[in-house]
RNA sequence: GCCCGGGUGGCGGAAUGGCAGACGCAACGGACUUAAAAUUCGUCGGGGAAACCUGUGCGGGUUCGACUCCCGCCCCGGGCACCA
């Protein structure tokens, strides 16, 4: 070690520390505490064999911060952490090596629970677990029974994702631009038989939920959008000469006059039915043809519309028309009714198809002028049909004999007034419709829940009793997925064949497991009892401690991880099985932490920093800290490897300002009470706001001031440790102690500020003359407006600049300027 | 295309509508040292000798006063994407 480096010893000090704090509990939560209680939640790892990424941390220290900073604040504080651990890559890695995945998980856990102790967070270890203990996955698939129970997981044959590699069915969020999430891998549609969660019948109590909820105003709007809700109706065209009614879902309604054809997505179940025969070659050609194209080409906006007419007339139920069925693949099937009834005047889509294939485009709502200019489109073209008029604007040509007329309305006047009609006539009704879909839960894998169900010849499928759970996985000799379609589990004989739990003849197992997002859907309730075996978690401490307090988790799961959990959450306190709705108070969520340069960290481009590395050169807390002062939390950040030098500086001159200065009894002075109790303030602040890169400015400037005068006031030292300590805790204990306190300073009262002492006594006061920066005089805080007025007219500078100038009005800013408008 | 973010020195970034650039990094200069490192003191948006001028992506506006508010653009990052 170089010589002219203090004795900051991290290494040793760390150490420490963290046995003291583990050997006499000090993060201990405890269950119906008097205190207010405080559940502090971080997303749990998925123990990779890589080990910890530096961007973990960057979440568990901020929320660590929050931790210390509640409990010295008094408040019961339950931190816990645990592993996600089923998952492909353990899988994988056994497919490569024969290794059973229970084994590599277990000894990455232990990396994993080795470098988080090694940065000193306040987990209540006592409480982790892992998703793949079968006692936590008991209850996993415990609450997938009760899903089906209530008729909320049903088995479907579905077009699901296939990946080719995998040789695994994949749910719609994981395909990234068209190819696997994991592998990268091709994905092609096919038919299989899959378990599915109904989560789409919780779409409106997951809109609705989020009104009462602090979660960051993104993610509630990007959770709403994946929810994607509209509101329209639901209506019947008849086929001309033909008994059959093609179901149409519209979001305007008022536009039914505009409709001019009908369009049909390929795979809908009446086109083979109403195709007429001279059309029938060519139909057929192109329901092969749409078939072939993946879904990322199909979908792709940049195509060209294409289509085809099926030689079929549909009745306008509001004018009576016939109008032209087509079929074309930018009607999806997945969506609404999977027909749309065409309004080429006021539909972008339908416009660019009617054009191309010269179909009749009639305007049934014209803007304003001043709309139409706005957008630089002339009222001649929208009523000519020249061109497509998607906005607000008043109906025309729009009334029939029998009742309806809508000329005149506003669109949403006429939407009421049609939706209305359409109701009396029977025709259809008003409908909400979402974008979301139904959750895919079945995988074709090894290293997951075994679905706990049993399909009986006789009787179907029938649950296994819970007195069986849990299904323990068996062990396999290969855990290549047999890629029929089928998992590695279908090999097993002796563990397939089963007796159906209700007659008791021979029948088989599911063999599908669970999705990896199954255990991460509600550990956050086992964490509140983690140890219980009668139940997934006693309900008197769901009671005491949901919901959780304040989460914080990457941006990435807003969609997936976050909505499932809302999800089996509120589907459980449906059932009267946990206490409250929504399990997240508070939602917060921390940047990516991107390697030199802003890139991605990733092995390829060579640049991941380990945390190991950098805790074994500068120690925990000066990674903490650096981490913390990288940039604003919400927000990426890219590592700098000489920032992180400055941070160190910072802690060694925090260590020498308390080691190598006197400490005096002495008290501040005003100045230096001032800085005190602005940092005490602004770290306190900071804190709830993870304002954190601020709060460390803050310390800084109180470094610089007490640092070089050979003493320190106790009383600031101690103070200014104490706000220190949930950020650079093992320095603060050390600290601390050697100011010979002796109980530690994790457990010492948060120190209160003085908002009078963050107040100078004097402050500068600037003029300006036309809001221009003129000069500044000193006066005392407070002063009141006339006289800071005062002050100012009578500086000789001012007297000369005003001088024979009109003095038009004045401003005055208490404690901080006056601005004098002259002319 | 739509929905979120964001754009401030060489760099990371600060600023309830009130002195833009806090704090840190880098750089430069001085002290200490035989020397270097470490430490420490100082300088540090641009132009100008100076008074002063200018400056927060671009163009307008509101205001005594705008990084901050409003209108119209441009660029970057993230999410969704023919959702009827």
Known sequence: ??????????????????????????????????????????????????????????????????????????????????????????????????VHPSIITKKNMEKFVAQLKSLGFSFDWDRAFSTTDPEYYRWTQWIFLKFYEKGLAYKAKMPINWCLSCKTGLANEEIVDGCCERCGGDVEKREIEQWMLKITAYA????????????????????????????GAELDFEIDGMNEKIRVYTTRPDTLFGATYMVLSPEHRLVPKITAENNRNAVEEYCRKSLKISDLERTDLKKEKNGVFIGAYAINPVNGEKIPVWIADYVLTSYGSGAIMAVPSHDKRDFEFAEKFGLPIRCINCPDKASADAAGVSIEDILSGKTCWPGEGR????????????????????????????????????????????????????????????????????????????????????????????????????????????????????????????????????????????????????????????????????????LYSRFW?????????????????????????????????????????????????????????????IG???????????????????????????????????????????????????????????????????????VNEFSGEGKIPRAAAEDFLKVLSPFAPHTAEELWSRLGNESPISLQPWPEYDEALTKADEVEILVQINGKPKLRFTAPAGSSKDALLKNALDNPEIKKSVEGKELLKTICVPDRLVNLVIK
């Open 1 to 98: 070690m170089d010589l002219n480096v203090n004795d900051y010893d991290f290494k040793k000090i760390e150490k420490k520390w963290q046995t003291f704090w583990e050997k006499n509990s000090i993060f201990k939560a405890e269950d119906f505490s008097k205190k207010k209680k405080f559940y502090c939640l971080v997303e749990f790892p998925y123990p990779s064999g890589d080990g910890l990424h530096v961007g973990h941390p960057r979440s568990y220290t901020a929320l660590d911060i929050v931790a210390r900073k509640r409990r010295m604040q008094g408040e019961n504080v339950l931190f816990p952490m645990g592993f996600d651990s089923f998952g492909l890559p353990a899988e994988n890695y056994a497919i490569k090596t024969g």
């Open 204 to 231: 409106e109590k997951l809109i609705e939920g989020l009104n009462g909820i602090d979660f960051l105003e993104k993610i509630k709007t990007q959770q709403i959008n994946w929810i994607g809700r509209s509101e």
């Open 395 to 562: 109906l025309i040509n729009s009334s029939n004999a029998c009742g309806l007329d809508i000329n005149g309305l506003s669109i949403a006047d006429a939407k009421s007034k049609t939706i209305e009609w359409i109701e009396k006539n029977e025709i259809g009704k008003a409908k909400v419709n979402y974008k979301l879909r139904d959750w895919v839960f079945s995988r074709q894998r090894y290293w997951g829940e075994p679905i706990p169900m049993i399909k009986c010849p006789k009787c179907g499928w029938t649950p296994v009793p819970e007195s069986d759970l849990p299904v323990l996985l068996p062990d396999v000799e290969k855990y290549q997925p047999a890629g029929n379609g089928e998992s590695p589990l279908a090999a097993i004989s002796e563990w397939v064949n089963a007796p159906c739990p209700k007659c008791g003849e021979p029948a088989r197992r599911e063999t599908d497991t669970m999705p990896n997002w199954a255990g991460s859907s509600w550990y956050f309730l086992r964490y509140v009892d983690p140890k219980n075996n009668k139940r997934f978690a006693d309900m008197e401490k769901l009671k005491y401690w949901m919901p959780v307090d304040w989460y914080n988790g990457g941006m990435e799961h807003t969609t997936l991880h976050l």
């Open 569 to 629: 959450n509120i589907f459980l306190h449906d059932c009267g099985l946990v206490p409250v709705s929504e399990p997240y108070a508070k939602r917060t969520s921390h940047g990516m932490l991107l390697g030199e340069g802003g890139e991605k960290m990733s092995k390829s481009r060579g640049n991941v920093i380990n945390p190991d590395d950098v805790v074994n050169a500068y120690g925990a807390d000066v990674f903490r800290v650096y981490e913390m002062f």
């Open 632 to 702: 604003p939390f919400d927000q990426a950040a890219s590592w700098d490897a000489k920032g992180i030098a400055g941070t160190d500086r910072f802690i060694r001159r925090i260590w020498k300002m308390i080691t190598e200065s006197e400490i005096s009894d002495a008290v501040t002075t005003r100045e230096q009470a001032r800085i005190l109790h602005s940092t005490l303030k602004k770290v306190s602040h900071d804190i709830e706001s993870l304002d954190l890169n601020t709060a460390i400015s803050q310390m800084m400037i109180f």
